[in-house]
């Protein structure tokens, strides 16, 4: 090799140097790479927003802020209630809705729970289902479907009307505001409508003379008429041993005797049970068949 001169510099070593050369090795390994781009950015941040937000003052004046996005979101006019439309039901249950939900309009949709206001809504003993929901012009919107009074419960507290299914509907102040319905009593009842519905139904030839049902031992059920004769029903297939009476009466016009009871439970085996006059006559009569 020949010596340098002295107007000659020396070439610059292409290699790099120790600290390069390890820093980029380290940055092969998965784990530094990512703690690099990762996991020091995070904790940075994080230890930013912990020294920011450890000041008492800079969380109240965020609350602040944050609060009044909200508001200022909530306070829309597209989200605001105005009033409430009660679609489907009568105006007692109307009035009745409006009271138990006691909103204050206008409100904003987001501040309501229709939720909430659906339950309370389904918990009015008249109402069988409601759909709520908001509609365009700040309309609250209740779509009602009512339960249908299908009979009257007589208890010792009164009167009490139900649908269908048993559910109550309503209290009834006096028996000749809902004469049309059908008349039950007894204890446990209301759990029977829907058999004591059928009895009903099976008993049309006689419903004129029909005044009502009674639930005995909440097992089975009597028909009560309209001259106090009572029908022991048994507890099993109660619908069929009307069916059996209303053919034996068609026949023979047995329910236009002067009888008290007609016991149906035994079915192989239904007994009668004269009238207190019956008796009296039968007494009286009696002696008169025995001397001739």
Known sequence: MFPLTSNQKPKSDPAPSVWTYRLNRLMLTPLFRVTVRLVLPVAALCLATWVYFSDAGRREAVVIAKNEIVETIKNRPEFMLNVMAIEGASRSVSEDIREILAIDFPISWLDLDLDQVRDTVAGLDPVEQVKVHHRKGGILQLDVVERVPAVVWRTKQGMELLDATGAPVGLLKTRAARGDLPLIAGPGAAAAVPQGLAII???????????????VGERRWDMILDNDQRILLPEDAPVQAVERIIVLHQASDLLARDLALVDMRLGARPSLRLSDNALRELSRIKPIYVEN
């Not at 139904?201 to 639930?215: N, S, T």
């Open 201 to 215: 139904a099976a008993a049309a030839p006689i419903k004129d003379r029909l005044r009502g049902l009674v639930r």
